[in-house]
C-alpha cells in the first residue's frame, strides 16, 4: 500500500512517520510537506534511509503541485496531519490558516476525488478544539456540537466539515480523528510544555496565560499515533473518532511537574523553578477546559493509550535535555522574535 502523509516534518507527523515506517516494510508512506517554521527534517533522520520513506517539499495551497503530486505518486491512502497549528500565531495572524488548513485540505480532497485511480481512504487528522469550550463538568462525544473559538479551531472545525461533506456528497472514504492535546519529542516550543521544559532548564520565566486554571486533557505523542493506525486498520469508513487518554490537568498542575522532574533530574530545588511562574496577559477567547470521551475508539477499534501523563512528561523532559542540538536548530531569529512579541506584556508574579 502507498500511503501519502501530509506534515510530516512536524510534530506529530513525524512521530508517526518514526514509529510506523520501520514497523510496515510492506507499506511505502511518502511525506509531503511545505517545511513550515515548525517543521525539521531532522526529525527523520532516524528513518530517511529506509527504502521504504520517501519525502517531497510541497505546499498543499498549490494545487498543481498537488494534482501533480497525486497522478504521479497514486497514493491507496491520505494520511492528512498538515496544518498552521498553533492557537496564538493563529489570533496574531489567521490568514496562513484559513490557507493551508483550509485551502488546503480543499485542494488534497479535490486532488483526491478527481485522482486517476482510485484511492481507499482519506484520514483527516483533526483536534478537539473543534468542540469549543467545556465548563466545569462532561466530556466531549463525537456528535458534540461544533462551536471553535479561535481562528485555529475554526480552520479545523471548516476542514472536517468539508471532509464529511465530501463524504456524503461524492461519496469520498474517509475517517477523521478528533485528538487531545498531546506532548512528547520534536514538538515545536512555541507550545505549553516544550516551552515550559525549556525556561525551567534555563532559569527563565515560565508565562502562565491568567490564572494557569484552563484545563487540557493530555496524551503522549505515540499513543496518539497508535490511536490513528488503529483507525486505519479497524476503523469504519465514514466515522469519526474520538482519542484521549483521560489526563485531564490545569496548567499550573502540569508546569509544576515539569518543574519537579527538571529539578530531579538536574539535582535542583523544584521550589526554586515553581518560583520562576509568571502570570502573563491571557489568552482572547481563551477556551476554559477540553476533556475527551475516547470510548468509541476503545470500544469499536481496541485502541487503549500506553503512558500515563507522569511517564510520558519524564520522557519528554528527558528527550529536551537530552536533545540540546535539536533544541538549537529549531531556535532561529523568527523563533526569538516569537517569544519578544508574545511574551512582551509580562506583568506579575504567581506566589
Ligand atoms: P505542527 O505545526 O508541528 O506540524 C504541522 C506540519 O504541517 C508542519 O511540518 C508544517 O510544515 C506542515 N504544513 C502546514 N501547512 C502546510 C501546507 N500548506 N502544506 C504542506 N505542509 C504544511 O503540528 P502538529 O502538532 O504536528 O499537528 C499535526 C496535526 O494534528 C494538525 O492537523 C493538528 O491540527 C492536529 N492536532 C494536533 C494536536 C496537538 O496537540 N499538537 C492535537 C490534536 C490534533
Ligand atoms: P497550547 O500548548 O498552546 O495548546 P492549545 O492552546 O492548543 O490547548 O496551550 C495549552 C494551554 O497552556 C492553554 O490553556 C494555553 C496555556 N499556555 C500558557 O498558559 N502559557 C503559554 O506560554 C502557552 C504557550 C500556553
Not at 232 to 251: A, F, M, P, R
Not at 293 to 300: F, Q, V
Not at 313 to 323: A, G, I, P, Q, S
Request: hydrophobic share 35%; proline share 5%.
Amino acid at each position: 500500500m502507498k500511503i501519502l502523509v501530509t506534515g510530516g516534518a512536524g510534530f506529530i507527523g513525524s512521530n508517526f512517520l518514526n514509529l510506523l515506517v520501520p514497523r510496515h516494510p510492506e507499506h511505502q508512506f511518502l511525506n509531503i510537506d511545505k517545511l513550515g517554521y515548525a517543521s525539521n527534517l531532522h526529525n527523520l533522520s532516524a528513518i530517511e534511509g529506509c527504502s521504504n520513506y520517501h519525502f517531497a517539499r510541497l505546499d498543499l495551497t498549490d494545487v498543481d503541485g498537488v494534482n501533480d503530486c497525486f497522478e504521479r505518486e497514486a497514493p491507496d491512502v491520505v494520511v492528512h496531519f498538515a496544518a498552521e497549528s498553533h492557537v496564538d500565531r493563529s489570533i496574531k495572524s489567521p490568514t496562513g490558516f484559513i490557507q493551508s488548513n483550509i485551502v488546503g485540505t480543499f485542494n488534497l480532497l479535490e486532488a483526491f476525488r478527481n485522482a486517476s485511480h482510485t484511492p481507499s481512504r482519506f484520514h483527516h487528522v483533526s483536534t478537539d478544539e473543534v468542540y469549543g469550550s467545556l465548563g466545569p463538568e462532561g466530556r466531549f462525544v463525537e456528535d458534540s456540537p461544533y462551536d471553535p473559538s479561535s481562528p485555529y479551531s475554526a480552520s479545523k472545525a471548516a476542514s472536517d466539515h468539508l471532509v464529511r461533506a465530501w463524504g456524503r456528497t461524492y461519496g469520498l472514504p474517509f475517517t477523521i480523528t478528533n485528538c487531545s492535546n498531546n506532548y512528547g519529542p520534536f514538538q515545536f516550543p512555541e507550545k505549553l510544555i516544550p516551552l515550559m521544559i525549556l525556561n525551567a532548564t534555563e532559569h527563565v520565566a515560565l508565562p502562565v496565560y491568567g490564572q494557569g486554571l484552563n484545563v487540557r486533557d493530555w496524551l503522549y505523542v505515540d499513543d496518539h499515533c497508535e490511536a490513528i493506525w488503529t483507525v486505519l486498520e479497524k476503523g469504519q469508513l465514514g466515522e469519526t473518532y474520538n482519542v484521549g487518554g483521560d489526563s485531564e490537568k490545569k496548567n499550573l498542575e502540569v508546569i509544576h511537574e515539569i518543574c519537579d522532574i527538571v529539578a530531579d533530574l538536574r539535582g535542583e530545588d523544584p521550589e526554586s523553578l515553581r518560583q520562576l511562574i509568571t502570570s502573563v496577559t491571557d489568552r482572547p477567547g481563551h477556551d476554559l477546559r477540553y476533556a475527551i470521551d475516547a470510548t468509541k475508539l476503545e470500544r469499536d477499534c481496541a485502541w487503549r493509550p500506553r503512558e500515563s501523563f507522569h511517564s510520558g512528561l519524564e520522557k519528554t523532559v528527558r528527550w529536551y535535555l537530552d536533545n540540546p542540538a535539536w533544541v538549537e536548530s529549531v531556535r532561529t531569529g523568527a523563533y526569538r522574535d516569537w517569544l519578544a512579541t508574545q511574551y512582551a506584556t509580562d506583568r506579575s508574579t504567581h506566589d
